[in-house]
């Protein structure tokens, strides 16, 4: 079983081209063919390059890797001016909070009671709530998670999160600052 996964990588492969290429250098140094030793050491580099980016794609695809969102300036000036209180964190809160939130968006759908989509704005809202609320357990996301931003106060079983309007209203003008 473990051999069928390292074939993915094609590994034999790979390396029987790093030992051709590897070998052939001394005896074309030995031989005063320094233009060709020159040929192949970069042909070497060359390949060495073409494979680590393969097998870091194979991995990454492997993995179900997602990339977080990296937030622009744009968003870190709207996040300052719709939660005050986000000012007068510490740098290392801000750095932690601002990572989640990039993770959340990565991975969970936000929705409005019609199941339509929110706003890039709006999703980085619910994301800072949720963060700021579960501050304290370990931050794991997950593709399956559902965000609601409900027009009325009823819990919805079927969300993750749910938050109503007007308690995300409350929350830009309070939020406190989590302990992580």
């Not at 040929?39 to 890797?65: E, H, P, Q, T």
């Not at 009671?113 to 997950?142: T, W």
């Amino acid at each position: 079983m473990i051999f069928n996964k390292i074939k993915n990588y094609r590994f034999p492969i790979w390396i029987t081209v790093f030992l051709f290429l590897l070998g052939s250098i001394p005896f074309f140094i030995y031989a005063e063919l320094y233009s060709l030793a020159k040929i192949f050491g970069i042909l070497l580099v060359c390949s060495i390059l073409l494979a680590m980016k393969y097998w870091f794609a194979v991995a990454r695809n492997r993995n179900d890797v997602v990339p977080r969102v990296v937030l622009n300036r744009n968003d870190l000036f709207d996040l300052d001016r719709d939660f005050k209180s986000f000012s007068s964190f510490n740098e290392e809160s801000k750095r932690i909070i601002i990572h989640r939130i990039g993770l959340l968006l990565a991975k969970v759908k936000f929705v409005d009671d019609n199941l339509s989509l929110l706003d890039r704005r709006v999703s980085i809202q619910l994301a800072f709530v949720y963060v700021c609320e579960n501050a304290s357990v370990d931050f794991e996301v997950s593709r399956d998670w559902i965000f609601l931003l409900s027009d009325s106060a009823a819990t919805k079983e079927s969300f993750e999160f749910v938050i109503s309007k007007e308690n995300l209203s409350k929350k830009l003008i309070h939020t406190d600052q989590p302990i992580i």
